[in-house]
């Protein structure tokens, strides 16, 4: 089997927000403690492959406790995505060879921008960097670590995240909708789970708000769908019971370290 980590579950401000005195950031329940979100793939094959590298990458990690990552999946390149990249210079390092980064060709444009100090020729004086490959990945099928993925552009606002599947998971997050040819695809594929963007729940600018989530849901038809990314106006158990209301006994509010096998 093959098995997916939630190493963080919550929006682009964590849960709590800093400051905020809202019920759901104040609360004591340790489902609405929620990391920046990031996720770690450990396939059949024995291949651990993280997805995103979050302000919190340091603290997920160390939680997981992986020996080893072998590839890296950026799905774009916001903050809440990228800005915990240096914390993979010590599995660089410790392995001692370049690490592949694999992401979107407009990600990887912004990546070497925004951290040239990785990606530029120049030397760099003083401490190390990662040693990271970046690889531009196209639509459709391509092997990874000897793991056959296939990608999907996403809208995200102004901006294309990208989206995965790989053997019967899916992850589609950071998405003000999913294009139908998509859904049509994941359909086909007869899932063991759906990994699903739902940060409120009313519309959005750039992530699908609730309804928007159970309608792609709906089309898509997987065994199990596991609602990520969510913002501090969820509160974990009163969105199960929404969901439970709903009739939508196949959806979940995801946690921080949950654990889910799919074949």
């Known amino acids: 089997m093959n098995v997916v980590t939630i190493l963080g579950s919550g929006t682009s401000t964590g849960i709590p927000i800093l400051g905020c005195k809202c019920d759901v950031c104040n609360s004591t329940n340790p489902a609405n403690l929620r ?36 590839a890296v999946i950026m799905t774009h390149d916001h903050a809440d995505h990228t800005h915990g990249i240096d914390d993979l ?58 793991e056959d993925f296939e990608f999907f552009s996403l809208p995200h606002g102004r901006v294309h995240t990208t989206g995965f599947r790989h053997r019967s998971l899916a992850y589609l ?45 709906k089309k898509i038809q997987p065994l199990r769908a596991g609602l990520i990314h969510m913002g501090h106006e969820w509160d974990h158990d009163q969105l199960q019971l929404r969901l439970q209301r709903d009739g939508l006994l196949e959806a979940v509010p995801l946690k921080d370290r949950d654990i889910l096998q799919y074949r």
């Open 173 to 217: 997050i950071d998405c003000h909708d999913v294009p139908i040819e998509v859904c049509e695809r994941l359909k086909e594929m007869k899932l063991d789970w759906l990994i699903i963007d739902c940060v409120k729940p009313s519309p959005h600018d750039t992530h699908l708000g609730y309804e928007k989530t159970i309608e792609i849901i």
């Open 35 to 70: 990391l920046r979100t990031s996720v770690f793939l450990t396939t059949a094959l024995g291949k651990n492959i993280l997805v995103d590298t979050t302000p919190d990458l340091r603290s997920q990690l160390l939680q997981h406790k992986p020996d080893s990552i072998d």
């Open 89 to 146: 210079r010590p599995y660089s390092l410790y392995q001692n060879k370049d690490l592949p980064l694999y992401c979107s060709p407009e990600t990887a444009a912004s990546i070497r921008r925004k951290f040239d100090y990785i990606f530029s020729p120049k030397p760099v004086i003083g401490g190390g960097i990662p040693q990271l490959k970046l690889i531009e990945v196209p639509l459709g099928l391509l092997s990874i670590e000897q």
